[in-house]
């Protein structure tokens, strides 16, 4: 054999080489990423849960100008301080129905999300019922969190005046289902 023939060879083994991991890599890599109706499926879901949340948006938006249209109805000289316009009371028996347990008046670790420390941290800052933390702006509770050191950062307190609202005035059910749906990992 002289050595152009073998030149020759030694190109055509090349291409033939890359021809051949150019197809198998064409074929693993078709495999790997998901079947357009498969995606098409799972944008389909992402839709309707986000028509959902939009219609409960809009549900809590009218609810919200329903009962700010009430209080404008208040007249100035009434001496009723909005503020204090609705008074809720504690019912342990239906907390108790709602969450199949015992709950204390107040305890912010019913909130879901927050602990016995970071309860502690919240009452360092004067926060110690459910209506003081449904008052709190959620900028005001990551405060509070960043306060506590790196540990506590990582949670997100965006929920937590919400649901603390729900507490105060004994919206339970609707709490209980709420946590039920947002539950981060707890079992």
């Not at 809720?88 to 239906?94: H, L, T, Y």
């Not at 965006?158 to 649901?163: D, H, L």
């Amino acid at each position: 054999m002289d050595w152009e023939s073998s030149t020759i060879w030694y190109w055509i083994i090349l291409a033939f080489t890359g021809i051949i991991a150019g197809i198998l890599g064409y074929f693993f890599g078709k495999s790997d990423t998901p079947s357009i109706p498969q995606k098409s499926a799972e944008l389909n879901e992402l839709e309707v849960q986000n028509a959902k949340l939009k219609s409960d948006l809009e549900t809590c938006q009218k609810r919200l100008g329903s009962y700010t249209t009430k209080t404008k109805d208040l007249k100035p000289d009434s001496n009723i301080n909005l503020s204090e316009s609705r008074s809720f009371s504690f019912n342990a028996p239906e907390a108790k129905a709602a969450f199949g347990k015992n709950i204390k008046e107040n305890d912010l670790k019913l909130v879901e999300g927050i602990g016995p420390k970071i309860e502690e941290l919240f009452h360092n800052f004067g926060i110690k019922t459910w209506k003081a933390l449904s008052e709190t702006s959620a900028d005001k509770c990551q405060e509070v969190l960043d306060s506590g050191g790196k540990r506590y950062r990582i949670h997100d307190p965006a929920s937590w005046p919400m649901q603390a609202k729900m507490a105060y005035e004994g919206h339970w059910q609707q709490l209980f289902e709420w946590q039920e749906k947002h539950r981060a990992g707890k079992y």
